[in-house]
């Protein structure tokens, strides 16, 4: 039977927000591959981490065994300034699509900072003031994670740099805006501000910048600078714990209305909400209590899961990071510019990574033109205009729903609505005007990606 | 005592969203002066009225004895995408302000259309879709009240042209597109698609508009068009009258804390916020069963309260619409363009005109460097980036904080926080900058206006 009495959207009270983080990788039968140092060869310790990342953050890095990590009062404190977040019953797509699935989403978009990404930024930039630190770097593509970690700087009043992927840069003078507005140093990158950027700079000129890019600089600047040190909003184990919240929070409200997801489904570009979002469902997958599909849903301008390697690679372009064995493009892939929003990483999560090559996740890619069509139509039916990383996620959930309205079967749906569109809408008019194109790399081009892969 | 123990979000539950809106008229001892006729200069009826507004509108418009009006189960379902909205303790900004006070706010912006204007244009679109109407019109300024109407457009299915001033047209393109992804025509404002249009246009070529030119332009519109009506979101008594749900969701909200405001803070543009937040408040204050104080807190550079006389006026520039008695600065009064942001409306509702003259609330006027000192203070505290018009609240919450601090007062501090800033952050910019100036209009300029004022 549909169950109709569900309230549209399932709060949380303010004493059910989750204590701890839950770290799936204790769970996990088998741990992702460690990280290497790509000097050695050999697998990083906290000490040396401890040069890029806060020693807190370090630790919770390489933790493959702690299960739950308490939530600092202060982090707790500020996470109820807007969470819990809402867990939201799309009652109104469900009746445009007239199927017979029960679709939810878990609504992170319902911050300034309009993303997922404050749950971790607020987690790093307190344990950095904790540890007496004087300063953080960071890169950002599309935005999202400097505008969060901005907003968590201020608030901590730590200073903050922001190496911005230049053609964000010059393309999102307002998301440029909001990071200034909460006092943090905006820089376009590649920059002269540090040697990697400068030798990208004289390799090619006219460079619009890229993620990995960005990362290389960031961490060059905080490894050189006095008390600084380096922060990431995606891809890495501590991001993942930290994102757990989402996924937490979403089980334990879906059980306060008696419902459990058939499939859970979320957009995955570094894997920072992926992860999160399906912490707990994965657990209990791995111990044999449920057995949920679950799908991580990528652009095809960038498809790492499913055209990736499996391989051990950088983290970014500059190769300074630390080796991850993940599923990869390479380290320098350049998604098309054509490309909009975010989700153009050339990586994936080493948990990620792992769970997919154990086969323990489904991935597809989806094109942008779809993406945004199932974004407009999720606009106009539920009155949120989202990301269009979100709207990947969107994307997959509605066929699904449709596939269920073929079948009759009335599955439960839940997927991560990560954050609002605001900023994207020269996408949404690139779209609306008929001018977005779609673009799938190549074999060749990825080939020729792979045959560049660190030789271990 | 200062009570610490109170959640930060207090959500009410979606069966206690308002059934009912309150019309705040029925317990006013003294009545707003009727609407009139232009021509006749005899009270509007609602006959005449139903050639602009749909007929369920031109009623509620018009009647000043009901007291509760049945919100019908298609808009209470609209606002239970979105609804309740939370109302928050501002922990963190009191801190900041080392204050007694215990600081609350109604956070209305917690939508996708960024703002409170939802809650009447979801109503305004539900009734003249209701009525078989074809199409609407209307005209936005900053983009709130344009944004909130293309999303309920699209939800309910009606064609919508916004007729957007076209100075924020051309400085706030992703307004438009928002609109646009809506599916709402959106036509700079003075435009060559009305007689008003071109008649102003002919007499200043280079304008870059005004709301009350927009408003004769969508008015002109709606009643030369088929089955087409108009609506605004702001200033009519209708509006103010769906807007008490924020009033009545807030009121219920403090209950559940055992808290009453000793101050409730709006700002003040056409007064629709303010109007509705206040409304059961000032219900009590009316019938003596509480005496807060209320305060209406309006930009320095269109001081309609503070500096405006109450009079009958036109609530347009091209004079199309009935004559309305309120405070106001005269129809063809424009703000200077450096005013950064909407509150640029010449008048006030006539409901809180009448009851600024009762003396029932304050007003104050504010200047804007010193609206976005306090927008920054409260971003950085808060994590919430406010509009700008919100933020004229906010600076007056936290004079009024400060004073507690002086007098060491406890005192209840509740105001409105309407919307978010993501589309202002070329104001953000210009103030980060200190490119940002304040305008007060001189005494003469005003007068010049107040001469122009019709003759009854």
Known sequence: MKKNNIPTRIYLTEDQIPTT???LRADMKEKPAPLLNPGTKKPVTVSELSNVFCEKLAEQELDNDTRYFEIPKEVRDFYKMYRPSPLVRAYNLEKALGTPARIYFKYEGNNTSGSHKLNSAAAQVYYAKDQGLKGLTTETGAGQWGTALAESSAFFNLPLTVYMVKVSYEQKPFR?????????EVIPSPSMTTKVGQKILSENPGTGGSLGCAISEAVEKAVGGIETRYVLGSVLNQVLLHQSVIGLESKAAM?????YPDIIIGCAG???????LIAPFM???IL??????IIAVEPSSCPSLTRGVYAYDFCDTGKVTPLAKMYTLGSSFMPSPDHAGGLRYHGMSPIISKLYDDGLLDAVSVEQTKVFEAAVLFAKTETILPAPESAHAIKQAIDEALICKETGEEKVILFGLTGTGYFDMTAYNAFKEGRMT??????EELKKEFDKLPKL
């Open 255 to 259: 059980s306060m209305i008696d419902e």
């Open 176 to 184: 440029k805006f909001v990071m200034e507005t909460f006092d943090a």
């Open 438 to 443: 779609d673009y799938i790399p190549k074999d």
């Open 288 to 293: 044999g209590n449920n057995d949920p599909r």
């Open 283 to 285: 657990q209990d997958k």
């Open 21 to 23: 983080w839950y770290n």
């Open 270 to 276: 570094g894997g920072s909400n992926l992860g999160g």
